[in-house]
């Protein structure tokens, strides 16, 4: 299994930056970070077109949480800077301590 090293993330908004939504690109994974790095600008030039103003981020991932994120969390600020990074939800589980359980061999 390979390993994800960054995750190409790219947004286009509209010029006033109030409404802005993420853009699919051809490859959006990489083994290592240098490997967005380079692709950044074709992807760029891919999406070119499909926003008004486009930004594009390569989002570092931890190898150790690679599994483990859900979600990106990101934000084009008024200034057309992106902020943005990986984050993993923080799962609430509901259970039931007392469970009535059923004794079949007394139902008879």
């Not at 994800?4 to 993330?9: E, M, T, Y």
């Not at 859900?70 to 939800?89: E, H, K, M, T």
């Amino acid at each position: 299994m390979e390993h994800i090293a960054a995750l190409l993330l790219v947004i286009g908004c509209t010029n006033s930056m109030t409404e802005c939504h993420e853009l699919p690109v051809p490859v959006s994974i990489f083994e290592t970070a240098d490997a967005c790095t380079a692709e950044r600008p074709f992807a760029l030039g891919d999406v070119q077109g499909q926003a008004q103003h486009i930004v594009a981020k390569c989002l570092a991932v931890d190898p150790a949480l690679e599994d483990d994120y859900d979600q990106i969390v990101w934000n084009v600020r008024p200034d057309g800077n992106l902020d943005a990074s990986l984050a993993i939800s923080s799962l609430v589980m509901a259970s039931n301590a007392v469970r009535p359980e059923k004794d079949y061999l007394s139902q008879q």
